[in-house]
């Protein structure tokens, strides 16, 4: 018995490990609800800050990334609970109003505070990084090289499954 525990044991890891890699690991469950707020009057190239409205002295909020598109140098799910780091994205998250909108954004941003997520957002990083939002359409980022550091910094999930 304790052969076939053991056998399955090693199975069953091996199988987490090789979907890990291929990328189907972890899934994620977006179990809460945002509401979709009224979109923001912007003049093209003006530039915004979206965490400025959030006290992250506070305590309570984790970021997450969830990066679906095939980049390799990034895990799957990221993640970061850390304030100093979510400090560090007041400064990061620098955007800049293009005035245009990219539809096909499939990787995103979540940021929530318990268990309901008050900021989502589509991210790209095909050519530019930047953020898709209904309510502010394409938004680039001013500072790219420091998105990519912080991108870095953050925490892969190594969880089978991730719920937001």
Do not use: H
């Amino acid at each position: 018995m304790k052969k076939y525990f053991f056998f399955f044991f090693i199975v069953l890891t091996v199988l987490f490990v090789v979907l890990y890699r291929f990328r189907v690991l972890p899934i994620v469950l977006e179990t809460s609800l945002i509401s979709n707020p009224s979109p923001v009057i912007l003049e093209k190239g003006d530039t915004i800050c979206l965490f400025d409205q959030f006290d992250f002295d506070s305590g309570g909020y984790v970021l997450y990334f969830v990066v679906i598109e095939p980049y390799p140098q990034y895990p799957k799910v990221l993640y970061t609970a850390d304030k100093e780091c979510l400090k560090r994205l007041k400064e990061v998250f620098r955007l800049v109003y293009t005035g245009s909108d990219v539809a096909t954004c499939e990787s995103f941003m979540c940021l929530l505070k318990g268990d309901s997520i008050v900021l989502k957002m589509y991210m790209s990083a095909e050519y530019t990084f930047g953020l898709q939002s209904s309510q502010y359409g394409w938004l680039k980022f001013a500072q790219q090289e420091e998105f990519k550091e912080l991108l870095n910094s953050l925490t892969p999930v190594y969880s089978p499954f991730v719920r937001l």
